[in-house]
């Protein structure tokens, strides 16, 4: 017989408040003395491989303003497409790179900025190569459940068409809130949490 489950309720859900950011990223607030320097804010090193770029861009509200106080955490493969995870099973990652990083969108632009690689193209579950890709995690005030989206690059229009996840995305005119734009070495990304440029996001 089946038993009851009734007496586990679900815990009440929280928003992150506004000060995700600041217990995340101290140096950044101003608060000395927790970490030398806050993690995940040096990805490479002068010895990683494959080609330097930025990332940047805001994180917009519903009504279109950016928010200020937003934490962002990236993850992505090395340029060989390997990643810095026990769990890699295909090659040895970069040692130079760490894979991931974390940071604060600017309380006075609204910015966030990451110094990375571009990172390789990984194979999806069925062994199709996905396109090169940044994974994105985004906290803020106001959100109940951190949210996943991707980054794809502009500059990669064979791989883009190529991808299985970007194939599944069933309206197509949402696909370009997934491309980030180039301009020298820098990538700019954008994410709107509504509206009419609403970015696509995954339930992972």
């Known amino acids: 017989m089946t038993q009851s489950l009734s007496h586990l309720k679900e815990s009440a859900s929280q928003t992150a408040g ?3 950011h600041i217990g995340l990223t101290p140096n950044f607030a101003d608060i000395k ?7 995940g804010t040096a990805m490479v090193d002068e010895k990683t491989k494959g080609e330097r770029i930025t990332v940047t861009g805001r994180i917009f509200d519903g ?3 950016p928010i200020r106080d ?3 955490e990236i993850w992505q493969a090395d340029a060989a497409g390997l990643y810095n995870s026990p769990s890699e099973t295909r090659g040895s990652a970069d040692l130079h790179f760490t894979g991931w990083g974390r940071a604060p969108t600017d309380m006075e632009t609204g910015y966030y900025r990451f110094e990375t690689i571009k ?3 990984v194979p999806f579950r069925d062994g199709r190569l996905m396109a090169p890709h940044v994974t994105f995690w985004i906290a803020a005030r106001g959100i109940n459940l951190a949210l996943s989206t991707r980054m794809y690059f502009g500059d990669e229009e064979k791989a883009n068409a190529e991808d299985p996840v970007l194939a599944r995305i069933e309206h197509r005119n949402r696909v370009p809130s997934l491309i980030a734009t180039r301009e020298g070495s820098t990538f700019t990304f954008d994410i709107y949490l509504q509206g009419d440029k609403e970015t696509v996001f995954f339930d992972i």
């Open 70 to 72: 937003a934490l962002v």
């Open 119 to 121: 990172p390789g193209r």
């Open 33 to 39: 003395g927790v970490y030398p320097a806050d993690l």
């Open 18 to 20: 506004p000060y995700v």
């Open 63 to 65: 009504s279109g303003t």
